[in-house]
């Protein structure tokens, strides 16, 4: 893949350039030159440390969209065996911006769905970017379905700037989909399992994000809406800073929702990002995903679906701090 260096990231690999020249001479055998490896070893990674602990929530956005990052059929590579893929909705059409099929992880048998956005032009013009029309969600929910007809638990990944806003897609019922979506995931009688892997943007995201466990990958994001979106509301125009503002107010960051309750869990990054590292990713991702796994299989169904409910009915309830006047 071609590089792509984020503003934030332009010390990093300037210090990785000098490292790798560094490395050269220490092979060429210049003793002062292991020396002075070990030492640009220890600073790089302090730098990135630094850099990627005080990320602002922009940043983060810059992170989820970054080309090079593990989308759903890098997963499917490298956490998943015997994939066979399930095609269209039985009405439409196959909507390539969202992948489903029959996998197995460790020693689960699994039905994994998620949106693809594609790494070069040629995929992403194939996949929309990751927005699916209302044939992806209808084939969505038709394989959750039919998993829960064969007790087989499901696995969504999320990675989507949103839905696809053609009109089109509205023609075809693409609200009323999500919408039945959403009632529908709330009681298919399976686990279900959703991963943020990038973007979680607006409805397109939250049409495969009901679940038993809702996760995020540490550098993604969830919001309603785009700062993109939210700027030009608010602001009347979406430029460099009115972004940076919406990104702030939206409050879309992994940390920022697993404080209020919206995610159950933030799944650690490599140092840099997965873009830098997505085998470790992949390991990581794996680890999570077998244990989300053990959790829930051995409830009841009864269990699992009133436990559900409730982990969505919280959402937005608090308790008001303020002392009773004397």
């Known amino acids: 893949?071609?590089?792509?260096?984020?503003?934030?990231?332009?010390?990093?690999?300037?210090?990785?350039?000098?490292?790798?020249?560094?490395?050269?001479?220490?092979?060429?055998?210049?003793?002062?030159?292991?020396?002075?490896?070990?030492?640009?070893?220890?600073?790089?990674?302090?730098?990135?440390?630094?850099?990627?602990?005080?990320?602002?929530?922009?940043?983060?956005?810059?992170?989820?969209?970054?080309?090079?990052?593990?989308?759903?059929?890098?997963?499917?590579?490298?956490?998943?065996?015997?994939?066979?893929?399930?095609?269209?909705?039985?009405?439409?059409?196959?909507?390539?911006?969202?992948?489903?099929?029959?996998?197995?992880?460790?020693?689960?048998?699994?039905?994994?769905i998620g949106h693809q956005k594609g790494h070069t032009l040629k995929e992403r013009n194939e996949c929309l970017y990751g927005?699916?029309?209302?044939?992806?969600?209808?084939?969505?929910?038709?394989?959750?379905?039919?998993?829960?007809?064969?007790?087989?638990?499901?696995i969504c990944f999320i990675d989507t700037p949103g839905a696809y806003p053609g009109i089109g897609a509205e023609e075809r019922g693409q609200a009323q989909l999500i919408a039945n979506s959403l009632l529908e995931m709330s009681r298919i009688p399976t686990p279900i399992v959703c991963v943020v892997i990038g973007e979680g943007g607006s409805g397109g995201a939250l049409g495969i994000g009901i679940g038993d466990r809702v996760s995020m990958c540490e550098f993604a994001y969830y919001s309603v809406i785009s700062p993109e979106g939210?700027?030009?509301?608010?602001?009347?125009?979406?430029?460099?800073?009115?972004?940076?503002?919406?990104?702030?107010?939206?409050?879309?960051?992994?940390?920022?929702?697993?404080?209020?309750?919206?995610?159950?869990?933030?799944?650690?990054?490599?140092?840099?990002?997965?873009?830098?590292?997505?085998?470790?990713?992949?390991?990581?991702?794996?680890?999570h995903l077998l244990r989300y796994l053990r959790e829930l299989t051995p409830l009841s169904i009864d269990k699992l679906l009133d436990g559900r409910y409730d982990k969505f009915r919280k959402m937005g309830v608090y308790e008001d701090s303020m002392a009773e006047p004397v």
């Open 1 to 112: 893949m071609a590089q792509h260096v984020l503003p934030f990231e332009k010390e990093i690999y300037a210090m990785e350039g000098l490292l790798a020249t560094l490395e050269a001479k220490a092979a060429e055998g210049e003793g002062s030159a292991a020396e002075e490896v070990r030492r640009m070893r220890k600073e790089l990674a302090n730098v990135t440390k630094k850099i990627y602990a005080n990320l602002t929530p922009w940043d983060v956005i810059t992170i989820s969209r970054h080309p090079n990052r593990p989308q759903t059929c890098d997963y499917l590579q490298m956490i998943f065996s015997d994939f066979t893929e399930l095609h269209g909705d039985r009405a439409i059409g196959d909507d390539r911006a969202m992948r489903t099929g029959l996998a197995r992880l460790g020693d689960y048998k699994v039905m994994v």
């Open 131 to 154: 927005c699916a029309h209302p044939e992806g969600y209808r084939k969505a929910l038709k394989n959750m379905k039919m998993a829960a007809k064969f007790n087989i638990p499901v």
């Open 230 to 287: 939210c700027a030009g509301i608010l602001w009347k125009e979406a430029n460099e800073q009115t972004k940076k503002l919406a990104a702030e107010a939206l409050k879309l960051t992994s940390r920022d929702l697993h404080k209020l309750g919206i995610i159950d869990e933030v799944i650690p990054e490599p140092l840099g990002g997965a873009h830098r590292d997505p085998v470790a990713m992949g390991n990581t991702m794996k680890a």
